[in-house]
């Protein structure tokens, strides 16, 4: 195997990581945008009553995730 090919792989390899990463970052942007106001509440409630428990809220909104639901829940703490 000569130095090239390898080096080749290896630049593929990162540049698959980057696409990878990017598409995860506007996956979740849009699911932030997505909540509606009756998902905001319901975190909102949820959160004082058990706290920081991602996937026991995300379980109350069907289609939601734990990620996407703390990804919500900091972005809100962020703006305010």
């Not at 080096?7 to 506007?26: F, I, L, P, Q, V």
């Amino acid at each position: 195997m000569d130095s090239s090919s390898s080096s080749s792989r290896d630049k593929k390899s990162k540049d698959n990581e980057r696409r990878g990463a990017k598409e995860a970052n506007t996956t979740t942007a849009q699911h932030f945008v997505d909540f509606t106001e009756a998902e905001e509440d319901l975190v909102f409630r949820m959160h004082r009553l058990v706290g920081n428990r991602w996937e026991l809220i995300a379980g109350r909104i069907p289609g939601r995730t734990a990620e996407e639901v703390e990804m919500f829940w900091s972005k809100k703490l962020q703006e305010k």
